[in-house]
């Protein structure tokens, strides 16, 4: 867990607004907005509160217990992303709080939220971008099939990846490419991608929303 203050954060939120936007200028897609999510794995119970006094309404939580467990205290404070790996026998759990998941890349999940998510929640699939073997999301070749079902019976909008691990953001810049442009040859508006590593690159190759945790509360570097 990580410490910060309120207006640590405020103005650290200044600053990669006004990154995102630059990026934006630099994409082909400057009309579109860039959503900044607040990731909130780094951040206790009692500090979520600080997030709210920065004006923060919605934050995205990867683990199912935390959420739970931040929704009992905070509610209708924020709204709520889910953004980890989605277990099927987690959705039942936060399928009522969520009105957004960004990670649904198995058969078992998407049976679970076609039988339990709220009909207004967006879902987001998880795609393995790269095909590493030690990660969840649904493989590129599966994908078209994996959309047609999941379209049939959930809110389907956008497609979500985490690439490879890099020191060299520019070294993704073609898996968010290829992202992009999966995201827009099924007609799905929202391509979650980008931390806080690469946040620009993913930006400038289409992102609708990143997904930032340390550099929020860590000093930019
Ligand atoms: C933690 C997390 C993020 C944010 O990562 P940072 O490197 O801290 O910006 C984004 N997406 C997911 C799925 C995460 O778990």
């Not at 410490?3 to 936007?21: G, K, P």
């Not at 890099?166 to 290829?178: G, I, K, P, S, V």
Request: charged share 20%; aromatic share 6%; proline share 3%.
């Amino acid at each position: 867990m990580t410490s910060f203050t309120a207006s640590d954060v405020q103005q650290r939120l200044v600053e990669l607004h006004r990154r995102i936007h630059a990026a934006k200028e630099r994409s082909d897609r400057t009309q579109q907005t860039v959503e900044l999510l607040v990731a909130t794995k780094y951040v206790a119970l009692e500090q979520m509160k600080l997030l709210a006094d920065c004006g923060i309404t919605r934050v995205g939580e990867n683990r199912a217990q935390a959420l739970v467990e931040k929704y009992a205290q905070y509610g209708a404070t924020f709204q709520w992303d889910f953004i980890g790996h989605l277990q099927s026998r987690k959705v039942k759990m936060i399928a009522p709080i969520i009105d957004r998941v960004h990670s649904l890349s198995s058969q078992s999940a998407l049976a679970e939220l076609e039988r339990y998510a709220k009909p207004t929640t967006e879902v987001f699939i998880e795609v393995n971008i790269a095909g590493e073997t030690t990660k969840s999301g649904v493989g590129v070749t599966e994908l078209p099939s994996f959309i047609s079902q999941a379209q049939t019976h959930l809110k389907l909008t956008g497609l979500m990846t985490m690439p490879p691990a890099t020191a060299n953001a520019e070294e993704n810049r073609h898996w968010f490419r290829l992202l992009r442009q999966l995201a827009d040859e099924h007609g799905l508006q929202h391509c979650s991608m980008g931390t806080s590593q690469d946040f620009e690159v993913a930006i400038e190759e289409g992102a609708t929303i990143v997904r930032l945790g340390s550099c929020v509360y860590e000093p930019i570097s």
